[in-house]
């Protein structure tokens, strides 16, 4: 975790209702937006059919990509349970990053953190980035307020019942889906980035969330090439980020 800190970063643990949950804070100077990076699911698994005992992730990517981001306040905010620790942690419970990772309790506390996060730096409008099962939490949080300006997803889980049909696998029965909240998110700006080698969130999962929306729903998907689920991103983020803070800017 030293690239948070030795980027500028404050190392932070908030405590909310549910959980503690560990944020990392780039607070230049005054600005009207916080951007706010939501990490992955983690270390979720210790192998196929044993949940982890501390899901914090070995290469936090969220992190990686937040510290790159040129905006003036920035901040990291890791899942409920990583880097708290895990099992032994407050609230925590291995179903909070496997059956329940995108529950309600989960999308709560994450909103208590933001709320802090813009207390303590004085912005009103927010931006939210979610990579993986991060991008869940971020359009999970957006359907429940109004200050988000916009969200983007990397390789996110955006349908988690189109994911774990697509990989065989046990739904995910303690979670709320973000594909079921498309129309609450309809007017929020929203850009799905997929990976064209990403064989664990595949581009079927964010068309599953696309055929929910609207015509007029403002959620558009990119594939970048050469992007795996976990390889590549943190080398195009400068450049993704330029061009949306561009587009942004004209809009």
Known sequence: MNIGVSSGFEQLVFKTSYFDQFVFLKNVT???KIVVYIEGDGSAWARRYKPSDDPSPRNPLALRMAVLDPQPVVAYVARPCQFTGGDDGRGCDTSFWTSHRFAREVVLSTEEVIDKLKDMTGVKK???????GGGAV????????????????????????????????????????PADAVEENCSIPQLHYVGDEDRIMPLDIAKAYQKKATAFCRSRVRVIP???????????????CAGFYKTESVR
């Open 226 to 240: 050469g992007c795996t689920h976990a390889k590549g991103w943190v080398e195009v983020w400068p450049s993704l």
């Open 138 to 177: 971020a359009l999970l949080v957006a359907s429940e307020r109004t200050d988000v300006i916009s969200v983007r997803t990397v390789a996110g889980n955006i349908d988690h019942k189109a994911w774990t049909d697509y990989h065989s696998v046990s739904p995910l029965y303690g979670s709320l889906n």
């Open 126 to 132: 927010v931006e939210l980035v979610g990579y993986s």
């Open 30 to 32: 005054d600005a009207g």
